[in-house]
C-alpha cells in the first residue's frame, strides 16, 4: 500500500468516535463512584481534607516548597488580595546521594536548610527578628507569636493523607529510596528538621500538584465562582475536583481522620491516571498494549498511558517503526536495490529505535508545522531523530499519525472532565444566560503547548449529550501559572484560618 493510505489507516487505529467517548464518560463516573466509597479501587478518590477553595480576596504572606523528583524548590509568595500576586522562588537540584540516603534526616534536614538559605537571603529581616525574639523569649513564647510562616508542602510521591497537614509516605518513586522515611509522616519528618534549625516555620498543609492547581486557579480566575476542577496534563495526567462530603462515604472508615464538615465539601484528588486499568472501555491498539507490557508498570495508570507526555511520544515512535517496516516510511530514494544497509535514511544510533526515544514535544512541533513543503518537520525528523533526507510525504505521513494520536489524547481528556462535570451535577445542559460558569484550571507542557489541544477538548465535550453546544460554552478553561507555589500558599492559608477559628 502507499506510504500516506498505510499512515491513514494507523491513524484510523487512534480514532475515538463520540459512542466510544460517551461510553467512557459513562464508566469514568462509576468508577468515580466506586473510588468515593471503598479503598483499593482502580481510581482511588484520595481525600485531601481541603474542604474550601479560594475565591481571590485572599491576602498574606505564606511558603510553599515543592519536592518533585529532581528539584525542589523553595518560595514565598505574596497573596494581594484582589487575585494576582507576587512570587520569589529558589530551586536547587536534590543530590543523588541524598535521593538513596541512609536516614530521612540527612534528606529532610537538607530541605529545611534550603529553606534557611531562602529565608535568609529573601526574608532577612522576618528571619532576624525572629531570631532576636526567640533569644529573648522561651520557646513557647516564639511558638506562639503571629510570625510563623505558614508552609505549603507539595510532595509528589504516594501518600496516605490523613489530614490537611498530615500524611504518611507510601513508598518512593522516581529513583528515591530511603527506607526509614516508608510510613512515617513527611510533613512531620521535614517540622522536625525545620525546628533543629529554630526557623519561624510551620508545616501547615500537605499539597497534591492537581490540587494546588485547582486552588491557584481559583483564586486567580476572574470573578466569584469557585474552580471545580485542576487537572494535570504535563509528564503524567492527574486531576482534583470539588465533591461534596457527603458523597465520599468511605471518609467515616479512615481512622483518626480530622477535616472541617462546615463547607459540606472536599477537594478529591482521583488520580484519573489509573481510570479503567482494567481496560473495560478504553481505546487500544498495538502501539498502546505494547508500550504496556513493555513499561515498568504493565497494567497500571492505563488511562495515563493513552493522554500524557511521558507516552506520546513513545505511541508515535512505535507507530513510526510500523510505518518504516510495512510501508517505507523514510525510505531512501536513491539506494540500490541490492545493498541492504542504505534502504532507510535512519541513523543506525536513531533514538527511532530507543524506547522513550521520542519526546512529546516532538509531536507539538510536527502537528504546528503548517509550511506547504513540511520543511519543520524534515528538519526536526533531522535534527532529533536522525532521519536525514526525509520526503514531504514522510513528513505528511508523520504528521497523520500525530494528529490522531494528539487527538485522541485530548478527546479523552474531554472524557474525564466531562464526567467529573455530570456527576457532580452542574446543571450543565441548560445552557449559557445562566450566569454561573464550571471554571477548570490546567497545567502541563501538553496542555499548554500542544497545538489546538484545547479547541480538540470542546469539540469532545460538545459530543456529550449531558453537556452539548450550551453546556460547552459555560465551560472555562485556564491555564494556572505557577500552579504548585501558589496552590501550596492558599492551602496553607486555608488551614491556618482553620487552626485560629477552632
Ligand atoms: P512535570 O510533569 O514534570 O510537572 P511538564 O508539565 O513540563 O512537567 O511536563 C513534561 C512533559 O511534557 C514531558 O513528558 C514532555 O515530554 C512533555 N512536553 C514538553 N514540552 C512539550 C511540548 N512543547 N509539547 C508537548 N509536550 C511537551
Ligand atoms: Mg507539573
Excluded at 532529533?384 to 487527538?407: W, Y
Excluded at 459530543?463 to 452539548?468: L, Q, R, S, T
Aim: proline share 3%.
Amino acid at each position: 500500500m502507499a506510504l500516506l493510505e498505510e499512515a491513514k489507516s494507523v491513524a484510523g487505529q487512534f480514532d475515538y468516535p463520540p459512542e466510544e467517548l460517551n461510553k467512557g464518560v459513562k464508566a469514568f463516573i462509576q468508577q468515580m463512584d466506586e473510588g468515593l466509597q471503598k479503598p483499593g479501587t482502580a481510581m482511588s478518590q484520595i481525600p485531601t481534607y481541603v474542604t474550601s477553595v479560594p475565591n481571590g480576596t485572599e491576602k498574606g504572606l505564606y511558603l510553599a516548597v515543592d519536592l518533585g523528583g529532581t528539584n525542589f524548590r523553595v518560595c514565598s509568595i505574596q497573596l494581594h488580595g484582589d487575585t494576582t500576586f507576587s512570587l520569589t522562588q529558589s530551586k536547587v537540584a536534590i543530590p543523588r546521594e541524598l535521593m538513596v540516603a541512609k536516614t530521612s534526616k540527612e534528606l529532610f534536614g537538607f530541605l529545611a536548610k534550603q529553606i534557611e538559605n531562602f529565608l535568609k537571603t529573601h526574608h532577612d529581616e522576618h528571619y532576624q527578628a525572629h531570631v532576636i525574639r526567640r533569644k529573648t523569649m522561651n520557646a513557647q513564647a516564639a511558638q506562639a507569636e503571629s510570625e510563623i510562616f505558614q508552609l505549603g508542602f507539595t510532595f509528589s510521591f504516594p501518600v496516605n493523607q490523613i489530614g490537611i497537614n498530615r500524611g504518611t509516605l507510601i513508598r518512593w518513586t522516581k529513583g528515591f529510596d530511603i527506607d526509614d522515611a516508608v510510613g512515617k509522616d513527611v510533613c512531620e519528618l521535614l517540622q522536625t528538621e525545620i525546628d533543629a534549625l529554630h526557623l519561624p516555620v510551620k508545616v501547615a498543609a500537605l499539597v497534591n500538584d492537581t490540587v494546588g492547581t485547582l486552588m491557584a486557579r481559583s483564586y486567580t480566575s476572574p470573578g466569584k465562582t469557585g474552580t471545580l476542577i485542576g487537572a494535570i496534563f504535563g509528564t503524567g495526567t492527574n486531576g482534583a475536583y470539588v465533591e461534596k462530603l457527603a458523597k465520599i462515604t468511605k471518609l467515616s472508615h479512615i481512622e483518626g481522620s480530622e477535616y472541617d464538615r462546615s463547607t459540606g465539601e472536599m477537594i478529591v484528588n482521583t488520580e484519573w491516571g489509573s481510570f479503567d486499568n482494567h481496560m473495560s472501555v478504553l481505546p487500544d491498539t498495538p502501539f498502546d498494549s505494547d508500550l504496556d507490557k513493555e513499561s515498568v508498570n504493565p497494567g497500571i495508570q492505563m488511562f495515563e498511558k493513552r493522554v500524557s507526555g511521558m507516552f506520546l511520544g513513545e505511541i508515535l515512535r512505535r507507530a513510526m517503526l510500523a510505518l518504516v517496516s510495512n510501508a517505507q516510511l523514510f525510505k531512501d530514494e536513491h539506494s540500490g536495490k541490492n545493498s541492504l544497509h542504505s534502504t532507510t535514511t535512519i541513523a543506525e544510533d536513531s533514538a527511532l529505535y530507543k524506547q522513550w526515544g521520542v519526546d512529546t514535544s516532538f509531536l507539538s512541533i510536527v502537528a504546528a508545522d503548517k509550511t506547504p513543503d513540511l520543511r519543520v518537520i524534515r528538519q526536526t525528523l533531522s535534527r532529533d531523530l536522525g532521519v536525514d533526507a526525509a520526503s514531504t510525504e514522510d513528513a505528511e505521513a508523520v504528521k497523520v499519525v500525530v494528529n490522531a494520536i494528539g487527538k485522541r489524547s485530548a478527546r479523552l481528556s474531554a472524557l474525564a472532565m466531562a464526567a467529573i462535570i455530570i456527576a457532580t451535577d452542574n446543571h450543565i445542559s441548560r445552557g449559557a444566560g445562566e450566569e454561573d460558569v464550571v471554571d477548570i484550571g490546567v497545567d502541563g507542557s501538553l496542555v499548554e503547548f500542544y497545538p489546538g489541544f484545547d479547541d480538540m477538548m470542546r469539540e469532545a465535550l460538545r459530543e456529550v449529550p449531558e453537556i452539548g453546544d450550551k453546556g460547552e460554552k459555560r465551560i472555562r478553561i485556564g491555564i494556572a501559572k505557577d500552579g504548585s507555589g501558589v496552590g501550596a500558599a492558599l492551602i496553607a492559608l486555608v488551614a491556618a484560618q482553620k487552626d485560629t477559628s477552632t
